[in-house]
């Protein structure tokens, strides 16, 4: 019996002496794995918060950093700063002491509403932001105390990598650590940007309200905390007002739900009506900056321009800018006993294509509007567009003439071809009958090429359309010659030649530039050169021309065009296109309807061309470009060639 227990013993011994040994094992594997995988990514993190760590600055000295730096935008001679794009000058610091409570609470309850409550990261908004992004299936929201946004803003970039975020949760940490929550406060308020070339809140409050900082309005503050947001795309001077206002609001909304307003005070703050100042920044030729940003943005992108500290050096000529500027607000003035309220000028440099002077629409500024006339109010123009490069063309009558005759010369006629100026029907054109007429209501039956194109006789400019030169080559032609804003050649009929198709003002003087030089074409450029924050140059400007026609038809294009004799039948013999000491190739233009009236010409050395009417299409009374816009135009030549030797033309 005793051997039977001993036995039994023994078995059971050996039986189970293996499974419990692997259970234990299995048991302690299973209690040191997570604590194995936790030290692996305790020490993984670690090592990644020292390796992003090293050379980090200090939060302890907050004036070590490099500063922003805006770009300057300068004429031709580098000497004139036409403007800066977000000058980091445009800063103003005040005490904490100075803010008005409400505008302290309006930016912490839409960019921080935990700032007071936790240590420089907001885990539950993190957390919450995260959960919103699975849902979304993108990172759509953020979770940037304001801490971390003065980090960024102070000694970091807006760049997406895994590195600059660990730095700046290092760096938050450290300036938790180190400053009171009011201390950060302050400087954030003094350091965030509130739009163009404006940064911290007493800088916004005198741009945007001409008042200090501790005198804003509840709606003020909640205007200015509203800005951060995105301050350039929600200027209150740009084109998203009504999205600002809606921010605004919800600002306010946000400081009832945070308990720092009562539910009356922001819905009477909604209901105040709020009047921004004017801009107060100093600009010069501001049409030709913009198009020179615009440029600059689509090439080097807005971010960089506001802070990479780029020197444009461009193609404009100031003093002929002054002298455009004065001559197209003062002619605009004369011009309103018409019924035409607006003009553009521009002139290039045909050698190079660089634009020496550019007036996008009368009077930016707005000093000399009619009686009762605002940008936008009983105005029959907005100054502030750019009507030499606005993306809805406009038709250039009789201006676009000299393309169809150079297609025809290109094809072998001249001059002295003749054709017939009398009553034709072309055909059935938008189903009716296309049967032009002359300017003046004349035919004058057979005539030569040459007499057609100085006088602008209608009718025998379309027979060379329709029959020597054809209407999908002379499309071709001014496509070729820089006209942006034609179609596919099959839209076109007869009525092209008259001015059927839209163009800019400023590819038509481009385009009439290839006259000038002989049939190069250098492509219009506002720029001569672009620096970097170093002085690198980074840009030069494009001098490589391309050979668009032959140089005896345009040679015969200027002739014609500077044959005051030939022309004067129509216009007379001391009208606004003749220069008695200098040879100058002119064409005007007017549309059919009398909404667009036109004055382009050229010398060797400088091409300029005028429109002028109305931005909304309403007819002026009935008149030529040639008493309409040539006089301005003349004006302006006269004054730039009194300075320039005298050129001719090469003879055909």
Partial sequence: MACSATFFTIMFKKKHKKPWSRRKKIIVFSALSPLFILAIVVLAVFFVFIYCAKDLPRPDKFTERTLVQSTKIFDRTGETLLYEIYNEEKREN???????????????????????????????????????????????????????????????????TLTRKIREVILTLELERRYSKDQILEWYINQIPMGRNIYGVQA?????????????????????????????????YGNHLDELIARKDYVLNRMVQENYIKPEAAEAAKKEETKFSEIQQAILAPHFVFFVQDYLVEKYGQD???????????????????????????????????????????????????????????????ESYPEGCSPGVNCLFDPQVNVATYNIGRQPGSAFKPFVYATAFEKGYDDKYVVVDEPTNFGIYGGKPYVPQNYDGLFRGPVTLRQALSQSLNIPAVKVLMYLAGIKDSVETAKKMGITTLKDTSYYGPSITLGGGEVKLLDMVSAYSVFATEGLKYPASPILRIEDSDGKIIKNSDKNPKRILSSETCRLISDILSDNVSRAPMFGPNSQLYFPDYQVAVKTGTTTDYRDAWTIGYTPSIAVGVWAGNNDNTPIYKKSGSMIAAPMWHQFLENVLADRPKEFFTKP
């Avoid at 916004?204 to 001409?210: C, H, I, P, R």
């Avoid at 900082?213 to 905390?225: D, G, H, I, K, T």
């Avoid at 605009?332 to 996008?360: C, F, H, Q």
């Fill in 94 to 160: 005040v005490p904490l002491s100075y803010v008005p409570d409400n505008l302290k609470k309006a930016l912490i309850s839409v960019e921080d509403a935990r700032f007071y409550h936790h240590f420089g990261l907001d885990l539950r908004a993190i957390m919450r932001s995260f959960l919103a992004d699975i849902k979304l299936r993108r990172p759509a929201y953020g979770a940037s105390t304001i801490s971390q946004q003065l980090i960024r803003s102070t000694f970091l970039t807006d760049e997406k």
């Fill in 304 to 366: 960089y321009l506001e802070k990479g500290g780029l020197k444009v050096y461009t193609s404009l000529d100031w003093d002929m800018q002054k002298t455009a500027e004065k001559i197209v607000t003062d002619e605009v003035k004369k011009n309103r006993w018409s019924n035409a309220y607006n003009a553009s000028l521009v002139a290039i440099d045909p050698k190079t294509g660089e634009i020496l002077a550019m007036v996008g629409s009368a009077d930016w500024f707005g």
């Fill in 204 to 236: 916004a409050s005198k741009t945007y309200f001409k008042k200090p900082v501790q005198n804003l309005s509840l709606n003020e503050c909640a205007f200015l905390a509203a800005l951060v947001q995105s301050p350039v795309y929600l200027s209150p």
